[in-house]
Nanobody, 115 residues
Framework: QVRLVESGGGLVQPGGSLTLSCAASGGVFSAYDVGWYRQAPGKQRDLVASILSGGRISYVDSVKGRFTISRDIAKNMVYLQMDSLKPVDTAVYYC?????????WGQGNQVTVSS
């Protein structure tokens, strides 16, 4: 059973940067079609960045040019570099597969953008 653990979040001022890490254990993860999701208070969980097994990368418009998704297949990890953060980016961030059935969700990682 694959376990996903997100880390690297925290409190940052607007315009700041954070890098999230997603560590997977118990099975293959980062080699699949994977992505980062976020869920703001009172809202649904949405996919914001993805990287396919073949390497194609996609972002939602609201984070294009500010977020960068990457992965290390050998380490079975996925990352999300977040720059020029805005208060609207405040949410709990999760990693998971985006196709072929998701793994159990991890605990997520809180990102708060506030002055």
């Amino acid at each position: 059973q694959v376990r996903l653990v997100e880390s690297g979040g925290g409190l940052v001022q607007p315009g700041g940067s954070l890098t999230l890490s997603c560590a997977a254990s118990g099975g293959v993860f980062s080699a699949y079609d994977v992505g980062w999701y976020r869920q703001a208070p009172g809202k649904q969980r949405d996919l914001v960045a993805s990287i396919l097994s073949g390497g194609r990368i996609s972002y939602v418009d609201s984070v294009k040019g500010r977020f960068t998704i990457s992965r290390d297949i050998a380490k079975n990890m996925v990352y999300l570099q977040m720059d020029s953060l805005k208060p609207v980016d405040t949410a709990v961030y999760y990693c998971n597969k985006i196709s072929g059935g998701k793994y159990a969700w991890g605990q997520g990682n809180q990102v708060t953008v506030s002055s």
